[in-house]
């Protein structure tokens, strides 16, 4: 595996269900991100981790877990989900340090096409 | 004030001519800047990056900075149809401490074979 992997690429879950979506880098970076992209809205930051520790939380409802086990893994746990909660769940990470201390270039997986119904 | 601001589009071109894109941001303190180009449901994959004040090339991309005007764009030229996207200027964004990037809302671009 190369770059950024998410799973489950698709996933339909009703709004008492609670599920997770899985990110993996395979980059050696060091910041990973959660990002959520409604329709014909753009890309809206929900948490940020560096060096495993959160660093960002861009008030996310609770219903929203996010959890960072190491550099390279990223889970975003998901219960009691809304239907407009319904959108593409894309991670990225990053190597931050290398910019003079600014955000660097982010790579983003494929995403997680959500559906609540 | 939009930390980033795009032009949402559609920008409608002929295949074969340039295609000029452009967005302004409100933070002076930015270093950092970058042109990402998403197809309809599918992520962002970068073009550009660009940090310094000037032009910068990469085949038919040229991405051009202007830090005094606060204005970042992306030319590209000999338009193509897989060249059809959004395109996402990003920058770091301030309530981070610039450690994470915000994003624009991304102008449509079309180019008619």
């Known amino acids: 595996e190369t770059g950024v992997t998410q799973t489950p690429r698709h996933l339909v879950m009703g709004m008492t269900n609670k599920k997770s979506l899985k990110c993996e880098q395979h980059?050696?970076?060091?910041?990973m991100y959660w990002y959520k992209q409604s329709a014909k809205k753009p890309l809206e930051l929900m948490f940020v981790y560096n060096f495993k520790e959160q660093t960002e939380n861009n008030s996310v409802p609770s219903r929203f877990s996010p959890e960072c086990p190491n550099s390279s893994h990223l889970f975003l746990h998901l219960h009691t989900l809304q239907p407009e909660d319904s959108a593409l769940y894309l991670c990225?990470?990053?190597?931050?340090?290398?910019?003079?201390?600014?955000?660097?270039?982010?790579?983003f997986g494929p995403g997680t096409r959500l559906t609540v119904l | 004030q939009k930390e980033v601001e795009q032009n949402s589009g559609p920008l409608s071109v002929p295949e074969g001519a340039i295609a000029s894109l452009n967005c302004t941001y409100s933070?002076?303190?930015?270093?950092?800047f970058f042109w990402y180009r998403q197809y309809s449901g599918k992520s962002p994959e970068l073009i550009m990056s660009i940090y310094s004040n000037g032009d910068k090339e990469d085949g038919r991309f040229t991405a051009q900075l202007n830090k005094a005007s606060q204005y970042v764009s992306l030319l590209i030229r000999d338009s193509q149809p897989s060249d059809s996207a959004t395109y996402l200027c990003a920058v770091p964004r301030r309530d981070t401490g610039r450690r994470a990037l915000t994003f624009g809302s991304g102008t449509r671009l079309q180019v008619q074979p």
């Open positions: 990225a990470s990053s190597q931050t340090g290398t910019s003079g201390g600014q955000a660097d270039t982010q790579y």
């Open positions: 933070d002076r303190g930015s270093q950092s």
């Open positions: 980059l050696g970076h060091n910041a």
